[in-house]
């Protein structure tokens, strides 16, 4: 009698440890992958944003799509280390702003304008700038305006400070 009680209590708590940790994992998994990621990492304050990952990733493919003559998945992609060297080159751009941010190295409004005027593909038929073709390129690209102004910033911050290290 006495190890048929000792089955059964031991049976309850072998249960009650299962319903524990189903709950306990079932929490974890509420509560830490509910959450959105938007960013791969960090260098000091600047963080490496999901978005330009994918963005870079995805131009990055097209262009070895386009230098093979054949669409190039993510498989491939990572077969070859595309996706690394985008993260090497997202992780490099972020330590550069962060040295910049740190030194206070940053472009007025007049360059920031200059440069945006200059990109060519925001240039009308005429060769001037086409605010209708500025707002349909960041529109494919999923930027704001602003956006796109403070990364063309941060890259010209970027080139001072590259520029400076030589």
Known sequence: MSST?????????????????ILGLGGFGVTNFAGQVTSIGSVGDRKVDVQDYARTLSSEMQAMSAQLGQTVGFAEAQAL?????VQAQLFQAAALDNA?????????????????????????????????????????QGMSEREFEE????????????????
């Open 81 to 85: 280390g595309i996706d690394r060297a």
């Open 100 to 140: 910049a941010d740190e030194l206070n190295v940053s472009v007025g409004d007049a360059e920031l304008h200059k440069r945006i005027l200059s990109i060519p593909a925001f240039q009308g038929l005429d060769g001037s700038f086409d605010r209708d073709a500025y707002s349909l390129a960041l529109q494919q």
């Open 5 to 21: 009680l000792r089955k059964k209590r031991a049976s309850s708590v072998i249960w009650a440890l299962m319903a524990l940790l």
């Open 151 to 166: 990364k063309v910033r941060d890259e010209a911050a970027r080139g001072i400070i590259q520029a400076g290290a030589i």
